[in-house]
Nanobody
Framework: QVQLVESGGGLVQAGGSLRLSCAAS??????VGWFRQAPGKEREFVAA???????RYADSVKGRFSISRDNAKNTVYLQMNTLKPEDTAVYYC?????????????????WGQGTQVTVSS
């Protein structure tokens, strides 16, 4: 019954920006992460944030994406700047109740339905 809902995806030109939101139905999550999956590829880690605001980023997005968390609103944001065509994917929000240093999909217990991000060249 735990629910995560992503929003904010869409079509954007290369170099543009989007902000994704992940709204959670509970407030006990410690880590919330963003993953993405392109057709024919595995779901890959993008960014994560813990309850205290500590962040982690994949090398491919470091310096371009920024994750933040509003605990009062049970919402995590992913600000995506300087978007590239290779960022095109379905972006998923995942959450876990415990802390982790491993950011693989199997480490996250709850998932949203995904939101499509398409970056045109």
């Amino acid at each position: 019954q735990v629910q995560l809902v992503e929003s904010g995806g869409g079509l954007v030109q290369a170099g543009g920006s989007l902000r994704l939101s992940c709204a959670a139905s509970r407030r006990t999550f410690y880590d919330v992460g963003w993953f993405r999956q392109a057709p024919g590829k595995e779901r890959e880690f993008v960014a994560a944030i813990n309850f205290g605001g500590g962040t982690r980023y994949a090398d491919s997005v470091k310096g371009r994406f920024s994750i933040s968390r509003d605990n009062a609103k049970n919402t995590v944001y992913l600000q995506m700047n300087t978007l590239k065509p290779e960022d095109t994917a379905v972006y998923y929000c995942g959450a876990r109740t415990g802390s982790t240093t491993a950011d693989t999909p199997s480490m996250y217990s709850y998932w949203g339905q995904g939101t499509q991000v398409t970056v045109s060249s």
